[in-house]
């Protein structure tokens, strides 16, 4: 399993960024897939969620309609469009091989930073 994330970077508060995560050595397709995110001196925190199909998400409550997940199974690829940022967004995320319930524990990338600053 290999997960890159990208699209990370410093931005002000309200403004937008737009991850992505590029899967391979495993079926992408059949596999639920997450964001989690971990800020300076906490614990992975559970994002997003997407099923296989990509018709079905879940967020945070903290996400409070700011994020979008979405991905492409034609391209292997998985997205998380951010908007609304916040400093309290500040966090590494990584995506995650898996659902809500194994996000926080199951295969994930090496992580892209994200600091909201002005």
């Known amino acids: 399993v290999q997960l890159v994330e990208s699209g990370g970077g410093l931005v002000q508060p309200g403004g937008s960024l737009r991850l992505s995560c590029e899967a391979s050595?495993?079926?992408?397709?059949?596999?639920?897939m997450s964001w989690v995110r971990q800020a300076p001196g906490k614990g992975l925190e559970w994002v997003s969620s997407?099923?296989?199909?990509?018709?079905?998400?879940d967020y945070a409550d903290f996400v409070n309609g700011r994020f979008t997940i979405s991905r492409d199974n034609t391209k292997k690829a998985l997205y998380l469009q951010m908007n609304g940022l916040k400093p309290e967004d500040t966090a590494v995320y990584y995506c995650?091989?898996?659902?809500?319930?194994?996000?926080?524990?199951?295969?994930r990338g090496q992580g892209t930073q994200v600091t909201v600053s002005s």
């Open positions: 997407i099923n296989t199909g990509g018709y079905r998400t």
């Open positions: 995650a091989a898996g659902g809500r319930d194994v996000a926080t524990r199951t295969n």
């Open positions: 050595g495993f079926t992408f397709g059949v596999i639920s």
